[in-house]
């Protein structure tokens, strides 16, 4: 598995803050290696003190609660899978501003907290499926809970915004990605880390179709990741339409989105062989074609208000 750092030198269209408002690149910054470098050398060193994620606040009562909520408590299934998930969830620790992001969303956007929750057991389920030295790579795969961590540089009136978005708002959301890698290139003191590199691309596509660089994306983790987010943005609460999406539909997308090739029918075969009750292999899965499910009505998402 490849790791995609090709550093693309950009314009800053919004300022990178942290979650107390110090800016850390000021809207205009050119992203660039010396840009990264100079990052990497400010790092904060006070902050590499860590603490494990499972024992921060409610997270582990949380994580449990999702495992008994329609689909993941079929996703999830299986007794030995989700024993050795927890496990290893329990390993995972992180410095303050990560556990602190969780906390700002917890309180201020309970629908992203959860959201970010979920990616991080989802994507470990599927790692342990398709990621080769799985075990040996542990400590890089769990990086689910930072991809959304450049949330904290988009105003909440956006993120909870239940109308269609300006097509300023809607460049101020896609921010999130740079903003993430930017932050997690700080915290973490390295703009190669696969957290930071996932917070960037997530919403790239196979076929180039995605932001914020446009990259054909190829790297595994980051499209376990980005199928993972789809789906579970799909069929989640959103403020931009009134129901979630089911989740045969929601299966239904991704296979599209996968015939279209901007997303990998290997992640997509293994999150389906995990909502069957068989369980089947996940290279085993059968991908049915046949179009069933209704997309919600009243769906404001890829709408602009101004566009
Ligand atoms: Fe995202
Ligand atoms: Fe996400």
Redo the contacts with the bound molecule.
């Keep these: 598995m490849e790791c995609n750092n090709t550093m693309h030198s950009a314009r800053l269209d919004f300022p990178v803050k942290t979650l107390h408002g110090r800016v850390l690149l000021p809207e205009g910054s050119e992203l660039t290696e010396e840009t990264l470098k100079a990052l990497v050398s400010a790092h904060p060193s006070s902050v590499l003190k860590t603490h494990p994620l499972m024992e921060h606040g409610s997270v582990e009562k949380d994580i449990f609660s999702l495992f008994d909520r329609p689909p993941y408590d079929i996703v999830f299934a299986r007794s030995d899978g989700v024993s050795e998930i927890v496990n290893t969830m329990k390993t995972v620790r992180f410095a303050a501003p990560v556990l602190d992001a969780l906390d700002y969303f917890k309180s201020q956007d309970a629908p992203t907290y959860h959201h970010m929750l979920t990616i991080f057991a989802l994507t470990i389920l599927i790692a342990r499926d398709l990621v080769p030295n799985y075990r040996r790579r542990v400590s890089e795969i769990v990086c689910g809970p930072t991809?959304?961590f450049g949330k904290i540089c988009v105003p909440l009136e956006i993120l909870k915004k239940q109308q269609p978005l300006t097509r300023e708002e809607l460049d101020q959301l896609k921010h999130?990605?740079i903003a993430g890698f930017v932050l997690l290139t700080y915290y973490f003191g390295d703009s190669k880390s696969l957290a930071a590199i996932v917070a960037r691309d997530?919403?790239e596509r196979m076929n180039g179709s995605g932001y914020p660089n446009g990259i054909r994306q190829q790297d595994l983790m980051v499209e376990i990741v980005a199928v993972c987010?789809i789906y579970d943005a799909l069929i989640s609460p959103r403020p931009y339409r009134r129901k979630s999406y089911d989740n045969r539909t929601a299966l239904e997308v991704l296979t599209v989105m996968a015939q279209k090739g901007e997303i990998g029918w290997r992640v997509v075969k293994a999150l389906i062989a995990h909502n069957r009750a068989s369980k089947p292999g996940c290279h085993e899965a059968v991908v049915s074609v046949e179009k069933r499910g209704t997309p919600p009505p009243d769906n404001c998402y890829g709408k602009l208000s101004d566009g």
Excluded: K
């Design positions: 991809h959304d999130h990605t997530h919403h987010d």
